[in-house]
């Protein structure tokens, strides 16, 4: 008998685990996909694809990565299979944070450039209120690149996802942008490179067009 293939959501203390997994569970049914949230480094390797969220502030997350053994085996995921980053689990794959103290917190250094956040004090929304930060909400996402990613598939240009962020990706490359928002100007909403993707945004809080991520990650050849 065939073993099934899996999709490992990595369990490395940190994260929405359950809407995350829930998500992918809802879209992977009938797809010969098996999703398994797990904080064994062996599952990680072995899994054919690999989600990596995370929320909260980037510095417990990427201690906790370190801490559970479990780094390896992302940036193992990384080199090798497809690898969705969920909102921190984004902004880890970039080479640095400025949230924490001093100079920031190292990133997995995955992506060129590093993680800044929003400077809006004083600025007005188009509706006259200010803007608050975190954001918190629903924003509509520009598909970048020619021809868009593709797990843009089936996902109409400018539809809306959930945000919920005070820092966000600043990538150093402009190829690496998938696609931006406008929150008191633009910014990276999604990022992409070779066999990566990942979105500030939750999809598994996006309804309809989050769950179309995610079921074009299962079918994704990069």
Not at 10 to 39: I, K, P
Request: glycine share 12%.
């Amino acid at each position: 008998m065939s073993k099934s293939k899996t999709v490992a959501v990595v369990d490395y203390g940190s994260g929405n685990l359950r809407s995350v997994s829930q998500a992918v569970q809802h879209v992977a049914t009938g797809s010969g996909y098996e999703v398994v949230v797990t904080s064994n480094a062996q599952e990680v390797l072995d899994a054919e694809r690999v989600v990596l969220p995370g929320q909260g502030a980037i510095p417990d997350c990427m201690r906790s990565l370190a801490e559970s053994g479990l780094q390896d085996a992302v940036l193992h995921a990384a080199a090798n299979k497809p690898l969705f980053g969920v909102c921190v689990g984004m902004q880890m794959l970039l080479e640095r944070s400025l949230e924490g103290p001093g100079t920031g917190t190292p990133g997995l250094g995955l992506i060129p450039g590093e993680v800044v956040k929003f400077d809006l004090i004083g600025q007005m929304q188009p509706d006259g209120s200010r803007y608050k930060v975190p954001q918190m909400g629903w924003n509509q996402v520009i598909q970048n690149g020619a021809p868009p990613h593709a797990l843009w598939a089936g996902v109409p240009d400018g539809a809306y996802f959930y945000f919920v962020h005070s820092f966000y990706a600043r990538p150093s490359d402009a190829r690496h942008t998938a696609g931006f928002a406008d929150y008191g100007g633009r910014f990276t909403a999604a990022i992409a490179r070779d066999n990566i993707f990942a979105t500030q945004f939750h999809p598994e809080k996006s309804a309809d067009h989050g769950l179309a991520l995610y079921r074009n990650f299962l079918h994704w050849n990069p």
